[in-house]
């Protein structure tokens, strides 16, 4: 039995979008059991409109919904303890749930998540990851937006998070990690990924195989099991990819509908057209999953529809279901104690070498 907790008042569209999803995702998940956090007058009549849900979902009303707008800062402060998306963090922490679904605000989701549930140990910093579409299937990316900015060791830290998460989605037995630069060549790019590069190269991890430096283009290409960059390129990539997708889309529309022979040609052609509208649907690779926690919390995209909201929920289910912070936790205790050794065999060479000097 999976047990889900839910901020029922996050993203754009709340109960509205919410409540439809989890009906659509117990269909396909029947072990699943949900407690819905949210403000009793917008959550019940929505929850009456589907009686299926009755005997899977626990209610608990809250006061306080934080919004779109609100700063992480004024967010956490008014929220703690009593907020529909603190009370859905909190159940993971007091294990009352396995993972959080949100579609609130992202500031504040973190904020929260990082103050309630803490970073793991040897972990700076968390991270968002997000699964990208690919001509290969998928990748996992990240950080797409939890902070800006990264330096060598954290950027690591993000390698091993994504790996375990690849192996966890994807079953891949050893994932291929690229670094995310402005070229593949060994000397390009910020000393911070350089570094990162380096240490990676140089640590035999039997949990991923580092391919390397990868370029933007790379991403698409599924190049790489796992892309890692910091939150501010990552975030300017997903955003440009999510609005490419949209465009393209709206490109095709327009030139099905120009005249009569591009409309006789959509209708001998629809099934491919089907095919290529459902590999561009965000909605199947929504949900940003928030890696370096003690706890699993997953971000829906706040304006996505109920079925783009019961993909977040997959996507967390099965990141309980595949053991993803034990597959973390024992990444990171091999890696740092090979890092470990590493060091400690280069004090011994450098401590041999100054004593045949001397």
């Known amino acids: 039995m999976i047990r889900i907790s839910i901020d029922a008042m996050g993203g754009d569209h709340g109960p509205g979008v919410v409540v439809p999803a989890l009906a659509t995702f117990l269909e396909r998940r029947p072990d699943s059991r949900f407690i819905v956090f949210g403000r009793q007058e917008a959550v019940h009549p929505e929850l009456a409109k589907f009686p299926s849900l009755a005997s899977s979902v626990e209610f608990i009303h809250c006061d306080v919904a934080v919004r779109m707008d609100d700063k992480p800062s004024q967010a956490l402060r008014h929220g703690r303890g009593k907020s529909s998306m603190w009370r859905a963090i909190e159940a993971v922490k007091l294990g009352q749930a396995d993972v959080c679904i949100s579609a609130g605000n992202t500031g504040a989701l973190m904020a929260m998540a990082r103050f309630c549930l803490r970073t793991m140990a040897k972990i700076d910093r968390p991270a968002i990851a997000a699964i990208w579409p690919t001509t290969r299937g998928e990748s996992i990316v990240l950080d797409v937006g939890a902070s800006i900015g990264a330096d060598a060791h954290q950027l690591v830290d993000f390698a091993i998070l994504g790996g375990a998460m690849s192996r966890a989605l994807f079953q891949?037995?050893?994932?291929?990690?690229?670094?995310?630069?402005?070229?593949?060549?060994?000397?390009?790019?910020?000393?911070?990924?350089?570094?990162?590069?380096?240490?990676?190269?140089?640590?035999?991890?039997?949990?991923?195989?580092?391919?390397?430096?990868?370029?933007?283009?790379?991403?698409?290409?599924?190049?790489?099991?796992?892309?890692?960059?910091?939150?501010?390129?990552?975030?300017?990539?997903?955003?440009?990819?999510?609005?490419?997708?949209?465009?393209?889309?709206?490109?095709?529309?327009?030139?099905?509908?120009?005249?009569?022979?591009?409309?006789?040609?959509?209708?001998?052609?629809?099934?491919?057209?089907?095919?290529?509208?459902?590999?561009?649907?965000?909605?199947?690779?929504?949900?940003?999953?928030?890696?370096?926690?003690?706890?699993?919390?997953?971000?829906?995209?706040?304006?996505?529809?109920?079925?783009?909201?019961?993909?977040?929920?997959?996507?967390?289910?099965?990141?309980?279901?595949?053991?993803?912070?034990?597959?973390?936790?024992?990444?990171?205790?091999?890696?740092?104690?090979?890092?470990?050794?590493?060091?400690?065999?280069?004090?011994?060479?450098?401590?041999?070498?100054?004593?045949?000097?001397?």
């Not at 000393?191 to 380096?198: D, F, I, L």
């Not at 939150?231 to 099905?256: D, P, V």
């Not at 034990?326 to 004090?347: K, M, N, V």
């Open 172 to 358: 891949i037995e050893r994932p291929t990690i690229g670094l995310l630069n402005v070229g593949v060549e060994e000397i390009k790019g910020q000393e911070e990924v350089k570094e990162a590069g380096q240490i990676l190269r140089y640590t035999e991890l039997n949990s991923l195989v580092y391919q390397g430096f990868v370029e933007g283009d790379d991403i698409g290409k599924g190049t790489v099991d796992v892309v890692v960059t910091e939150g501010f390129s990552g975030n300017i990539a997903l955003k440009t990819a999510e609005g490419t997708a949209k465009q393209i889309a709206g490109y095709l529309r327009a030139a099905m509908s120009q005249s009569l022979m591009s409309k006789i040609g959509y209708f001998f052609a629809r099934g491919a057209f089907n095919a290529l509208r459902e590999k561009m649907d965000v909605r199947k690779s929504n949900g940003g999953v928030f890696l370096g926690l003690n706890g699993i919390v997953v971000k829906s995209h706040g304006g996505t529809d109920h079925e783009g909201f019961a993909a977040a929920i997959d996507l967390g289910y099965d990141m309980v279901r595949n053991r993803l912070i034990d597959r973390i936790e024992a990444d990171l205790q091999l890696f740092h104690a090979h890092r470990h050794q590493l060091s400690a065999l280069g004090r011994a060479r450098a401590d041999e070498e100054g004593e045949g000097e001397a």
